[in-house]
């Protein structure tokens, strides 16, 4: 089973960029969806966004200033957050799933999870 490992969380001002990680500890093909979310403590995880077959489609929350992108040769899938703002203070995970997905039970495989703390 491919094991996902996000990284690239960290403590930032408002309006600082950050780009996590997400590697898989195997291959990541194409049409295998992998998607982000986001959860704050205490609340609900959040879709932000994902990809599948080198489409990205976004939730809500990640319209805007949040950019997925793949690197298929590094069996990776990025996560850019532009202008970050304290709301987006959050626990970010990726996950992989069959189909396209918005929800949570659309994902199988969890990776660990990376925080980003946003400073005002």
């Known amino acids: 089973q491919v094991q996902l490992v996000e990284s690239g969380g960290g403590a930032v001002q408002a309006g600082a960029s950050l780009r996590l990680s997400c590697v898989a500890s195997?291959?990541?093909?194409?049409?295998?969806?992998v998607g982000w979310f986001r959860q704050v403590p205490g609340k609900e995880r959040e879709f932000v966004g994902g990809?599948?077959?080198?489409?990205?489609y976004y939730g809500d929350s990640g319209e805007g200033r949040f950019t997925i992108s793949r690197d298929s040769a590094k069996d990776t899938v990025y996560l850019q957050i532009d202008n970050l703002k304290p709301e987006d203070t959050a626990d970010y995970y990726c996950?992989?799933?069959?189909?396209?997905?918005?929800?949570?039970?659309?994902?199988?495989?969890w990776g660990q999870g990376t925080r980003v703390t946003v400073s005002s």
């Open positions: 195997g291959r990541l093909p194409t049409n295998i969806n």
């Open positions: 990809i599948i077959f080198d489409s990205p």
């Open positions: 996950a992989t799933g069959a189909y396209a997905s918005r929800e949570t039970n659309g994902y199988r495989q």
